[in-house]
Each structure stands twice: as structure tokens, then as C-alpha cells.
């Protein structure tokens, strides 16, 4: 009997593991959120998930009445490992419904955030979307808008054709990116009806508007996050996920979760015969 030769630990990698079983390689697009979470343990998901994350939200107002060394440790982690951060809206409103938008976005710059999120989601938002994009570029800071609001229910097909509207407006402004609001239920709020079902139609209408780049869905849980990925596939925008649902979105998306993998539009593509090419043993620099 011929003995495989045993390779040494630690040469044999998962990347290649995955390119073997035909697992496709995708861009980040999963943005996760941090509700308060301790440095210590944001750092450990960056660790370990930071490659697979378009970037990472500082979500509502818990960033600011934590410690603010605690704030200032978490930003400063996630430029170590490349990943972008965004502030939540919901800071962004109570700012501009005080009067204090300049001295906000002055904070957000001085945190190093990389962009603020601005919304109308529970206040009205009555300055123009140019002056505010104007405002946060001139201190360096991108913009995302929200579109929808926190206590509006489902939407009605009249409600979609109004956020487009507005979507329309805040990109021709200069705005990045949109969200589509579905707050952490993702139940009788956005493209959620009250049993949460996704209305695939309206989500339909905000890609073909936008785009699967421009346009980042909310999903905070994990029906809504497979509702969207079984919808759109792999190449959609997922937001508002928590960071220790980040994996297990990410398999969903790849076709590797028992859930996903005889789905349409995620399972692996076709093999049609065994591939013969196996796992090669590499060495890392310094090791021997």
C-alpha cells in the first residue's frame, strides 16, 4: 500500500481548500455593526473577519456616551486591519435636529471615521442633501443616507417610488452608498411585512434603481438575511449584521451552509468531473 507523504503542519491552507472545491472568491459585502461591544472583542472579529467586511458601522448612539478612549481604541483598530467605518444615523439625526451638524461631523473626523451616515429616520431633515455632503467632505468624511423610516411600517409601493426619489437626490449630491432600513427586527418595517417576509418586488425596484454596489440592504437577523441572499445571490449588499453572524452569513453566501447549497442562485457551480489537483504544501517565510 502506497503511504500519501504527511505533510507538515500548518502548509496546507483553507484558501486553497476553497478554490479546489470550487468556491467562488467575492469582494467584501457584508457590513457589520458594533452595538457597544468591548475593544477587546470588536478586535477579535476583526481578527478574524476583518478580509470579508466592506465596512464596519459604529452603530447608534453608543459610541458616544461609552468611554471615549474605548471609541477612539476601536476605530483605530479597524484602520489597522484595513477596515473602513461609518457612524450610524441615528447620531447624525439628533445632531442636525440640534443644530450641531458642523460640530458633529467635526467629532467624526477627529475619530478618523471614514464616513457618517445621514437619515431622516425618526427626525425631518430639512437641509439640503449638497450642503451636508459638502460639509462632510470638506473634512474628509464620506456619506451613506438612509432611506426609509424607523416607525413607517412596511412600505407601500407610493413610499418605494418616494425613497428612490430621494435616493436619487442624495447620490447626485455626492452620497456614496444607500441603506434600506429594516431596524433590528426586519418584521412589518422596510421590505418586511409583519410575519417578515421580504417583498421581493420593492427590493427588486430599489436595485434596478441603484444597483447591487450603490444600494446596501438591512438585515438583522438571520431570516432576512437569507431571504436577501436566496433573492439576489451572492452579489448583494447585507448591512446592519451583528459580528458574530458575519461567518455565518458569509457561508450562506458561498453555498457552503446546509441551508444554501442546493439554492439556486448560491450553490457551487457544477463539477463535472473530479478535479485531480490537490492541496500543495507551501512554507511561509521564516519557517522551514
Request: glycine letters at 10%; proline letters at 6%; charged letters at 25%.
Amino acid at each position: 500500500m502506497i503511504q500519501r507523504p504527511v505533510e507538515p503542519r500548518g502548509s496546507l491552507h483553507t484558501a486553497d481548500f476553497l478554490s479546489l472545491i470550487g468556491v467562488p472568491h467575492l469582494l467584501p459585502t457584508v457590513s457589520p455593526f458594533d452595538p457597544g461591544y468591548d475593544p477587546a472583542t470588536l478586535e477579535s472579529h476583526l481578527s478574524q473577519s476583518a478580509h470579508l467586511m466592506s465596512i464596519l458601522k459604529l452603530s447608534m448612539a453608543c459610541w458616544l456616551i461609552a468611554d471615549e478612549g474605548a471609541t477612539r481604541r476601536k476605530a483605530a483598530a479597524a484602520r489597522r486591519y484595513g477596515v473602513p467605518t461609518v457612524t450610524g444615523g441615528g447620531p447624525f439625526e439628533v445632531a442636525v435636529a440640534r443644530g450641531r451638524l458642523p460640530e458633529y461631523l467635526d467629532l467624526c473626523a477627529d475619530l478618523g471615521v471614514t464616513r457618517i451616515e445621514g437619515g431622516a429616520g425618526f427626525t425631518d431633515c430639512r437641509l439640503e442633501p449638497r450642503d451636508i455632503v459638502a460639509m462632510a467632505r470638506g473634512r474628509g468624511l464620506d456619506v451613506q443616507f438612509e432611506l426609509g423610516k424607523k416607525a413607517g411600517g412596511a412600505f407601500t409601493g407610493e413610499a418605494v417610488g418616494g425613497l428612490i426619489e430621494a435616493g436619487r437626490r442624495w447620490l447626485d449630491a455626492g452620497a456614496v452608498q444607500l441603506v434600506i432600513e429594516a431596524r433590528e427586527s426586519a418584521q412589518g418595517v422596510g421590505l418586511f411585512d409583519g410575519e417578515g417576509r421580504l417583498n421581493s418586488r420593492f427590493a427588486d425596484r430599489f436595485a434596478q434603481a441603484f444597483g447591487l454596489q450603490t444600494v446596501l440592504f438591512e438585515a438583522p437577523n438571520k431570516p432576512s438575511q437569507f431571504a436577501l441572499l436566496d433573492h439576489f445571490g451572492p452579489a448583494v449588499h447585507l448591512c446592519n449584521v451583528r459580528l458574530e453572524e458575519v461567518l455565518r452569513v458569509e457561508i450562506y453566501r458561498r453555498g457552503l451552509h446546509a441551508d444554501a447549497f442546493a439554492k439556486p442562485r448560491l450553490r457551487l457551480p457544477r463539477m463535472d468531473r473530479p478535479r485531480r489537483t490537490r492541496l500543495v504544501a507551501t512554507v511561509s517565510p521564516g519557517r522551514s
